[in-house]
T-cell receptor, first 112, second 114 residues
Framework: DGGITQSPKYLFRKEGQNVTLSCEQN?????MYWYRQDPGQGLRLIYY???????QKGDIAEGYSVSREKKESFPLTVTSAQKNPTAFYLC???????????FGSGTRLTVV | AQSVTQPDIHITVSEGASLELRCNYS??????LFWYVQSPGQGLQLLLK??????LVQGIKGFEAEFKRSQSSFNLRKPSVHWSDAAEYFC????????????FGKGTRLSVIA
């Protein structure tokens, strides 16, 4: 079945370390998105990509980086510059927006 | 800029009672509107969407929503709530062209009591 796979489900990181969250889709969707979810804050857009080898910053891109070398993959790196990285991270894809997103099951990142 | 307001942070209803979750949006053109549901620790699942046409849209799990342009609202309703409906619900708005990001509200947490 087609879908989006996020891994790992839980991730622990020490302060000062970079960490990469994986997002893979087999839906043949052109666009992919990363959102951060904090309690009471809803979903906030980090980065999105509408096509391979291109991506745009969202509302809270500082301290994060992405790449889109393949249509299926859109990994997110949380760098040591992100001051408060502990959160639930959601990846989504669409083709096109009007049909809604398909979401992954999320990665919970905890900085220890 | 687009924005979405969900005025109710938390709602508690009795099982079998009716439900209405409120959503107001701000957008300069005809929006694409969505309702999603999220169980704890999971991703979001699409309940229903509105593009154009009939302003009352039906979704999965017995949910429906009504688009009211004059009120900039897209409220979610269900006639009889089941305990399994307890979850967080998000309203979202998007542009009607291309692959552009959705803007989400902050969510409404629904609790269901016996």
């Amino acid at each position: 079945d087609g879908g989006i796979t996020q891994s790992p489900k839980y991730l622990f990181r020490k302060e000062g370390q970079n960490v990469t969250l994986s997002c893979e889709q087999n839906l043949n969707h052109d666009a992919m998105y990363w959102y951060r979810q904090d309690p009471g804050q809803g979903l906030r857009l980090i980065y999105y990509s509408q096509i391979v080898n291109d991506f745009q910053k969202g509302d809270i891109a500082e301290g994060y980086s992405v790449s889109r070398e393949k249509k299926e993959s859109f990994p997110l790196t949380v760098t040591s510059a992100q001051k408060n990285p502990t959160a639930f991270y959601l990846c989504a894809s669409s083709n096109p927006t009007g049909y809604g997103y398909t979401f992954g099951s999320g990665t919970r990142l905890t900085v220890v | 800029a687009q924005s979405v307001t969900q005025p109710d942070i938390h709602i508690t209803v009795s099982e079998g009672a009716s439900l209405e979750l409120r959503c107001n949006y701000s957008y300069g053109a005809t929006p694409y509107l969505f309702w999603y549901v999220q169980s704890p620790g999971q991703g979001l699942q699409l309940l229903l969407k509105y593009f154009s046409g009939d302003t009352l849209v039906q979704g999965i799990k017995g949910f429906e929503a009504e688009f009211k342009r004059s009120q900039s609202s897209f409220n979610l309703r269900k006639p009889s709530v089941h305990w399994s409906d307890a979850a967080e619900y998000f309203c979202a708005v998007g542009r009607n062209s291309g692959n552009t990001p959705l803007v989400f509200g902050k969510g409404t947490r629904l609790s269901v009591i016996a």
